[in-house]
């Protein structure tokens, strides 16, 4: 199994951005997706996580409003729109698939090479 995130980049305080995430090498859509960020010195955190038909989300309470997890099963991809950005949003961020079909089940087979997210301020 293979994520490879995309998408990141230096943007500015209140800017937008959209990771993309793609999974190869096994079936992903009977799992749901999520993403997680780490920032330097700090340990990994879950931010949002979508159910394999994408009827369900999940989100922080730091990025529930500004974040949107979707997901297309046909192209075995999921995304992260990233809006009203912050410079505390700043960090890699990873894609992850997985165990179960709900999101609300927080356990996680396989992770991806993250992106690296700058926002400044």
């Known amino acids: 199994v293979q994520l490879q995130a995309s998408g990141g980049g230096l943007v500015q305080a209140g800017g937008s951005l959209r990771l993309s995430c793609t999974a190869s090498?096994?079936?992903?859509?009977?799992?749901?997706m999520g993403w997680f960020r780490q920032a330097p010195g700090k340990e990994r955190e879950f931010v949002a996580a979508?159910?394999?038909?994408?009827?369900?989300?999940k989100y922080a309470d730091s990025v529930k409003g500004r974040f949107t997890i979707s997901r297309d099963n046909a192209k075995n991809m999921v995304y992260l729109q990233m809006n009203s950005l912050k410079p505390e949003d700043t960090a890699v961020y990873s894609c992850?698939?997985?165990?179960?079909?709900?999101?609300?089940?927080?356990?996680?087979?396989?992770w991806g090479q993250g992106t690296q997210v700058t926002v400044s301020s």
């Open positions: 992850a698939v997985g165990r179960y079909g709900s999101p609300q089940i927080m356990q996680y087979d396989y």
């Open positions: 979508i159910s394999r038909t994408g009827s369900m989300t």
């Open positions: 090498g096994g079936i992903f859509s009977d799992r749901a």
